[in-house]
Nanobody, 122 residues
Framework: QVRLVESGGGSVQAGGSLRLSCAATGYSGSSTCMGWFRQAPGKDREGVAHIDSDGETSYADSVKGRFTISRDNAKNTVYLQMNSLKPEDTAMYYC????????????????WGQGTQVTVSS
């Protein structure tokens, strides 16, 4: 059974940092595209960052230069380092895994985690 478990969320002040982790079990992550999405209250879920099996990354314009996605294939874990956090980054953050496609579109992913909450106060 495939399972993605996110961790590392929390509450920080604007300008602070957090590192999210997503551990995959029951699934070989090395040949898989991994993504991070987020959903703020009253808004649609949006793609934040993506990393493919070759390590190439993509980011939403709103987080470029502040967020970094990385993966450790040996640990089947993907990370999202978030720096210079802003109140508008407040959302539930979800990890996703899939075979590939348009990285920012939810149908490109087959498996989803339950989410971890990130709250940024001003």
């Amino acid at each position: 059974q495939v399972r993605l478990v996110e961790s590392g969320g929390g509450s920080v002040q604007a300008g602070g940092s957090l590192r999210l982790s997503c551990a995959a079990t029951g699934y070989s992550g090395s040949s898989t595209c991994m993504g991070w999405f987020r959903q703020a209250p009253g808004k649609d879920r949006e793609g934040v960052a993506h990393i493919d099996s070759d390590g190439e990354t993509s980011y939403a314009d709103s987080v470029k230069g502040r967020f970094t996605i990385s993966r450790d294939n040996a640990k089947n874990t993907v990370y999202l380092q978030m720096n210079s956090l802003k109140p508008e980054d407040t959302a539930m953050y979800y990890c996703a895994a899939g075979p590939g496609g348009v990285w920012s579109r939810e149908p490109s992913y087959k498996y989803w985690g339950q989410g971890t909450q990130v709250t940024v106060s001003s």
